[in-house]
Structure formats: C-alpha cells, structure tokens
Nanobody, 116 residues
Framework: QVQLVESGGGLVQPGGSLRLSCAAS????????MSWYRQAPGKERELVAF????????NYADSVKGRFTISRDNAKNTVYLQMNSLKPEDTAVYYC?????????WGQGTQVTVSS
C-alpha cells in the first residue's frame, strides 16, 4: 500500500532554513508527480509545491516562490522541500502527497514552527 512518511520539521527562527523529506513506498515512485501541502491552524490545506515524475517540471505557490525548492531523488524514493528565508506565516503542518488511481494519498505530516 502507499506509504508517505515526512520528516525534518521543527522550530526555527525567522530567516532560518529547514529541509523536509518524504520517504515513499508501495508504488513506483519515479512514475508519479509528488506534492507538498501545508495546513496552518484554522486555515484550509494549501498546495505549496509540485514536482513532476521526471523531476524536470516544478511549480510553487506564489507565497513561497524564490524561497522554497522542491526536488526528488528517484533512486531513494524520496521527495524534499528545501525551505529558506522562513517567515512566521510559514508555520503549519506540512504534508507530502500523491495521486494514484484517482485517490489522493497523504503522509502523517510534520510540524514546522517559525518563531523567535
């Protein structure tokens, strides 16, 4: 079955950096686009970044363009989210996600808190 396991969250000061990882299993990883979403308290879950299966195409939410970078290592079945110049408004639970057969799958999420 599809499993997505996020890691790398934590507490960081404004302006700092974090790198999130999502280890995937249960499907042919290199054949699927992968996404990072986030959900802040009291807000809807929103798409942060997407990377195509081959890794050549990416897109980002306007709020993170120029600060976040999504990448993938198909040999390791892992997708990453490098987050730089973090702001308090980036505080959220971050989720890894993919769609297979019309079903969207989610990881358990990892908390990112940006605070001084």
């Amino acid at each position: 079955q599809v499993q997505l396991v996020e890691s790398g969250g934590g507490l960081v000061q404004p302006g700092g950096s974090l790198r999130l990882s999502c280890a995937a299993s249960g499907f042919f990883f290199s054949s699927y686009g992968m996404s990072w979403y986030r959900q802040a308290p009291g807000k809807e879950r929103e798409l942060v970044a997407f990377i195509a299966s081959a890794g050549g195409s990416t897109n980002y939410a306007d709020s993170v363009k120029g600060r976040f970078t999504i990448s993938r290592d198909n040999a390791k079945n892992t997708v990453y989210l490098q987050m730089n110049s973090l702001k308090p408004e980036d505080t959220a639970v971050y989720y890894c996600s993919m769609i297979r057969g019309g079903t969207r799958y989610w990881g358990q999420g990892t908390q990112v808190t940006v605070s001084s």
